[in-house]
């Protein structure tokens, strides 16, 4: 043995007692059966008491700034030792679940689109973590790419979308969008000093978003062209065909049509065949943002509304709207798959090449721009499951016709005028202020947000309000699929009595 | 009661008629406390099972078709009637939980970057999509927001980075480099008329999603320029330096050098002080890929390593890789919140416009091109509270102290050359092979291979392979917090086995 073995195996001895002691430090994160029982169950049990309180909680809070700062400085800071698991809890509970100022899911939540909470989805969440899987290649784990693939073709098979079409699991609309989007503009094979005479349509009610989008993907110079409404509040294809023909004269790049179904605002619908036909005379991209509306296709009584969207070039939805599933579960859908995998897969790895391959299906991790995720169909896959297409459909249609129900009962309040919904958002506004009252400083739109604050003010109602087409509307969005008849029975209440206080 | 009013009425009553009727059905997604809790002790009995399994299975599968075609069928598909979640959890387990080809977070997974499943994270995931706030704004939800800001604040301090930061948790690694280069994109005011100009520095062993990430940001004809590396495997200080000077003169623009601490093949460090000088010195923005290495700044034997990283505009790190957290925790900051906020604030939204002005805090909305997003912060914070930093930091000492290890024990077989491993990777090669077999059509590379294949043979080992500057290296990455000396020594004696076999 040589002088410089000895002085190896001298530090190897050192290194096999540093690794002794450290191992029982970080075994610790292996956590035993007993404990994973243990803080599982105390975890189940807080959310079960948040569920089940959640109805007859506030669903909008008053935002106290006291409360605030202390829900706040709850949040347990990272520090160098570790806490009980208890304490860990306790201090997510006392500061996130008992300050949720608010409260996605709540069956009063009628503002923005409600979130929601499906229990399957958390339970597809900690399924996911625990086992962890890399759920991006096939060669990693076939299973979790088919169940991604699965919800894909099912989410195509909706809208007839052809077999050539290709998908991806995204963290919501917005990622669906730019994966969209930039795909488009790799179809088109657009070059980036041509960039700003790239030419977007989008319908005066579009998502602002797509500009976020277009600037992500490097197209922020690109030219936003809006085109007016028709009545009904759809994008006007006759003005979508005008406006593409003016800007092909006037040496623009007219490349994408930025369509939706269920608009944000008024929850109206593109009429996507006359826009397709329009897309395919100029040979432009058609994108369908079907973010909020989509899985209402699944209703018989608006299935119609959704004729020609298998005719888009690309397609998004959320089921974190649509479908219930908590925050997180966006999915977006291109035609042509050949199109989605030229935008997105990776240059040839020179480096770690020990990929089999296998090749059966496509890798998700060549569709998108993503690398790693988690694995994010289990908490779409499992509610499906356990609650069977028909539970979504007929909860989808219950909203549906509780947005009915709702315009029927505003119509019936005298000064109220309301927009009949075309999925189940309900915009209304109150037209009768006596012209006094307008002389005396207290205008239409004015009166309405008065009304707005009046519904909210205790905290048991969320409705908001949004501007469309210069005039300002209250606005309820029925997609929490704990709301009822009773809830929007509630809401009528509030306005009625709102419009006593305001007028009285 | 007009007659128009009475057809209202009558279309009422069959309103309600059909609300009652849906409302039975659509109500079972409302799931009681008893199933809730049913559900979720059936969940973790099978995590749990799983959990104990794992040091006793396979790390790899073998991959065999028939096998993997039945994994496949056993995803349930998705049908208008609902399964048991008995038999939902089943389908789960038979599919993805006994098919995982690769078992990430196995204690013998030492390929690629090690996977890895902290149990409290899998509750944070539940929690968070259990009580599913809307992280993102403060106004919905304060403390969900101090979550995610106390974890970006805890992960700059530890680099050193100014309190005028601000950064977003993201899907993983390479979301973060996308929001970081497409930050300083923003930030250098880049015209897309001259993205083909511009230029961004790399070393060569960069990792290459790099190119991805630009494509995806509208910058695919920027111009790569790959900097040769010194003999520690950083890149040259110098020859960047020269680089810049020369692009410069040639009406280039270089705009940024995309620097790594912790490259994904050999775990090299980049010397992030000299190319901070550099970036200086010239006005190019510094990016700092600390995906894989990041975390280990918390061991003081190699802390020395990451100086500078505190001058670098921007900064990813994966929780779910030095952290040990699940697939879906990314982590990027920006040194001027400034800068950050310009690039994602979202123009002003006209439409619903009920947006309470709660800017005590940065909306993590305007800190990225993300809409919506699951409540990402649990997951990480969890298990930092339960376990305390310091466990991390014996964990992640210990990785290093093992990759010592396995270095000393590999250098003693006779005919293998070693990288000595700056971090947790360890590249080696067996360069003994006889001439005799060399002639006879068996190089080196392709012993090398064998081996490889050798002691991935049984599927209780996981190694990789890569290609550095020519060569062919095995490549162990130890990151699993399973992984303790008794499983490096395996390795290492596969390794002999193999060259036994092979040699012999």
């Not at 079960?48 to 809070?61: E, H």
Request: glycine residues 8%; negative net charge.
């Amino acid at each position: 043995m040589s002088s410089s073995e000895k002085s190896d195996l001298s530090s190897e001895e050192e290194l096999v007692q540093k690794l002794a002691e450290l191992r029982l430090v970080s075994a610790r994160l292996d956590v035993g059966p007993e404990e994973r029982q243990d803080w599982t169950q105390k975890a189940q049990q807080r959310v079960s008491q948040y569920l089940q309180d959640l109805p007859n909680s506030k669903v909008l809070g008053d935002g106290d700034q006291q409360e605030i700062e202390e829900a706040v400085k709850a949040v347990l800071p990272i520090t160098e030792e570790p806490v009980s698991f208890d304490t860990a809890l306790e201090s997510f509970c006392s500061s996130v679940g008992d300050h949720m100022l608010m409260r996605e899911g709540h069956p009063n939540y009628f503002a923005y689109v409600p979130g929601n909470s499906l229990y399957p989805s958390a339970i597809g969440d900690f399924l996911a973590a625990a086992f962890n899987p890399y759920a991006l290649v096939s060669y990693a784990c076939p299973a979790a790419v088919q169940m991604q693939h699965s919800l894909i073709r099912w989410v195509a098979g909706l809208f007839g979308y052809p077999e050539s079409c290709a998908g991806n699991l995204t963290s919501g609309g917005t990622v669906g969008n730019l994966i969209a989007i930039a795909t488009a503009r790799d179809a088109k094979k657009l070059k980036a000093k041509d960039y700003h005479r790239c030419v977007v349509y989008l319908s005066e009610l579009t998502h602002d978003g797509i500009g976020k989008v277009l600037h992500t993907i490097g197209m922020g110079e690109a030219v936003l062209r809006k085109i007016p409404v028709t009545e009904r509040f759809g994008m006007d294809a006759e003005k979508l065909d005008e406006a593409i023909e003016k800007d092909t004269k006037e040496g623009l790049i007219p490349f994408a049509i930025a369509a939706t179904t269920g608009t944000t605002d008024v929850g109206s619908v593109d009429p996507i065949a006359e826009l397709a036909d329009v897309a395919e005379k100029h040979g432009v991209w058609l994108h369908v943002d079907a973010c909020y509306g989509g899985f209402f296709v699944l209703c018989d009584s608006v299935k119609h509304l959704f004729k020609g969207v298998e005719r888009a070039d690309s397609f998004t939805c959320d089921p974190h709207k649509g479908l219930f599933v908590p925050f997180g579960a966006g999915l977006v859908l291109v035609r042509n798959w050949k199109q989605l995998l030229t935008s997105n897969r990776r240059t040839p790895v020179s480096t770690l090449q020990d990929r089999p391959t296998f090749a059966r299906q496509l890798n998700p991790e060549d569709l998108t721009f993503e690398q790693s995720t988690h694995f994010r169909a289990v908490r779409v896959w499992l509610p499906l499951q356990v609650f069977g297409v028909g539970t979504f459909r007929a909860a989808l249609q219950e909203k549906l016709y509780l947005s009915q129900y709702l315009y029927h009962k505003l119509k019936a309040v005298p000064g109220l005028f309301v927009l009949e919904p075309q999925l189940s958002i309900v915009l209304f506004r109150y037209e009768g202020v006596p012209e006094q009252q307008q002389q005396q400083g207290c205008p239409a739109a004015e009166v309405n947000l008065r009304l707005l604050a009046h519904v909210c003010r205790d905290g048991r109602l969320f409705l908001a309000s949004t501007t469309v087409l210069g005039q300002t509307y209250l606005r309820a969005c029925v997609l929490a699929f704990r709301t009822h008849r009773e809830h929007v029975d509630s809401l009528v209440a509030a306005v009625t009595d709102g419009l006593k206080q305001l007028l009285g």
